[in-house]
């Protein structure tokens, strides 16, 4: 497969489809572990398959430790899974080959986490924006006037004094819209969105979500965005993903998985979202103690142990994923298909 | 009132001349109250609270003003009596919790010294109450034997709480106790918060730069705009009358969850100011959609409801404000501006 067919190839509707994906981590071994042959490993991802479609904005939800990232950094070919595969515009992305990697890199972009180290601190704003440019062979012709597009994109163009300062002369929202930027200036079609603005204060937030809004609205384009906050995706996510321990534990349209979630943890990620509201209910969460050791899951539903409604089922096998109702899956027993 | 704050100002030296980080703020913490202290970061939040404990880099220093602990001005106090005050009155969890905590410590073992050395308590005692005070905020005793690295985040910052508690304190200080957790221990946490005040009547000054911490915890609501206090009153009052536009701004940027899909969020445009010769007025005035040329004086502290004020010129046009500043375009057009 060549950089020109990966970067032409258009079939179907569909921009990146997941199957089966799995990571592990091998842990380090005790010298028991070396003697009794045995390879300790965590299962960080465990069989995730979902599609996302061209100019479609995915949502991943969970807390930390859940896989969220890794899985983020799967779909852009930074991590090797263990098992399963990515497909970006129907090509396997291990099977992808020097050429086609570079054209694969122009199309897929991240968005950092923390602005703050995200960025060179030895370069000026202008050279970290140019850098994906020169890296994805650009044609130099082209720069400038990509440069400008995704300047105006993030709402930096009236600050191009910016552009000869280094980083720790900005704010954490004008780095967070540099490294936006940086991402978006070789047009890709794709973006990973890890927390994008967990590191920004609430009121320089609503500014991020905006340009990755008003991009998903005119560049079409597709993103996954990776946040533990259910109301940040629901700004920016037409569809979203729950994670639990590795797996998807629920599937959905935004409004409805936020109006009705039907997993038991996903109701819970619901009630914990702040609310500026001063009669807010200050009910229990339905939800017991804190996440298990990823090492050593919970039999069964990774789930059960911190479960309101589990009962024997639920500790001895693992629910399957299963369409409740078009265009819903979840993972749970006790959730009828509506 | 067991802490109040008086016309407190705070320089730090710079070559360029002095940066007025905490310019002239007062508030009060009653007793047995949780008092929020909301703004960006760099607007001075973190310096004020800590020079309640007088714990400031060398380059700051208290340039005016008064703070009253107990009948006590803590800027007169000697270095000794000041030293016998904290933790034992006033105690501090600092911002990041996950460094707060020694890593190559038992936590259980951190909370005993703590007990014996300041607190005086012979071992066994101190063993006794350290496991209390894990109960206290919901962690169980055998983790005592833990080490940091073994606690996840929102552990660290339990634990970090009970240790803050060790010595009874009257007052504690706790300085952005949620900003890196998820959401369901950030619930957690202030959960535990919130129980600590109904049931010991603790009094806590919380820093935080998130106005839905304010909603679920706290009574009473400072709110800072670059070294300044520019609106403060009952949690209830501010969160549902806000009257400073920089109040306002903050609100009408909060993601919510049960909003209209496609409402728009309106982030506050442009930066925080220099805090280097400040010119006179307000300091919100070059983000603020609804500056007028009276706004270039310094602005006057309105009383807008009981117990309820904010220093802003446009402040008993409230309401009227509250409603134009629903609409994105609004603070769209600071920028072109």
Partial sequence: MTGVAVAQKAGDDVLLRVENLSKSFMLSRSLGDVLRGRNPKVDAVSDISFTLRRGETIGIVGESGCGKTTLGRMLLKLIEPSAGSVRFDGVDLSDLDRPAELAFRRRAQLVFQNPFDALNPHFTIRRSLYEPLFNTQVPVADHDNLMGQALVRVQLDHMLHLLDSYPHQLSGGQLQRVVLARALVVQPDFIVADEPVSMLDVSVRAGILNVLREARDTMGLAAVFISHDLALVRYVCERTITMYLGSVVEDGPTRDVIARPLHPYTRALVQAVPVPDVDQSHDPLPIIGAMPDVRNPPPGCRFSDRCPLADNACRAERPPLRVVSPGRRVACFKVPDQ | ?337
Wanted: with cysteine; aromatic share 6%.
């Fill in chain 2, 1 to 337: 009132m067991l802490l109040s704050i008086k016309d407190l100002q705070i320089h730090y030296k710079t070559p360029m001349g002095p940066v007025k980080a905490v310019d002239g703020i007062s508030f009060d913490v009653p007793e047995g109250k949780v008092v929020g202290v909301v703004g960006e970061s760099g607007f001075g939040k973190t310096t004020a609270v800590r020079s309640i404990l007088r714990v400031m880099p060398t380059v700051a220093s208290f340039a005016g003003g008064e703070i009253i602990f107990d009948g006590k001005d803590i800027l007169k106090l000697s270095d000794r009596q000041m030293n016998d005050l904290r933790w034992r009155d006033i105690a501090y969890i600092p911002q990041s919790a996950m460094n707060a905590l020694d890593p190559v410590w038992r936590v259980g073992d951190q909370i005993v010294e703590v007990l014996t050395k300041r607190g005086g308590m012979p071992k066994a005692e101190a063993r006794t109450r350290s496991e209390q005070l894990f109960a206290m905020v919901g962690l169980e005793a055998n983790r005592l034997r833990d080490y940091p690295h073994q606690f996840s985040g929102g552990m660290r910052q339990r634990a970090s709480i009970a240790l803050a508690l060790a010595l009874n304190p009257r007052l504690v200080i706790a300085d952005e106790p949620v900003t890196a957790l998820d959401v369901i221990i950030q619930r957690q946490v202030l959960d535990t918060f919130a129980k600590l005040q109904r049931e010991f009547g603790l009094s806590v000054i919380l820093v935080t730069h998130d106005i839905s911490v304010v909603a679920y915890v706290c009574d009473h609501v400072v709110v800072m705009y670059a070294g300044k206090v520019v609106e403060k009153g009952p949690a209830r009052d501010v969160l549902t009358h806000p009257s400073h536009a920089y109040t306002i701004g903050l609100y009408n940027a909060f993601p919510e969850l049960s909003a209209d899909h496609d409402c728009e969020l309106s982030p506050i445009e442009g930066g925080p100011p220099l805090l280097l010769n400040t010119p006179p007025g307000c300091r919100f005035r070059p983000r603020c959609p609804f500056a007028l040329e009276i706004c270039k004086t310094d602005p006057p502290e309105v009383k807008v409801g009981p117990d309820h004020f904010a220093q802003c010129h446009r402040a008993h046009e409230g309401a009227s404000l509250r409603q134009l500043a629903a609409d994105p375009a609004v603070w769209r057009r600071v920028v072109t501006a």
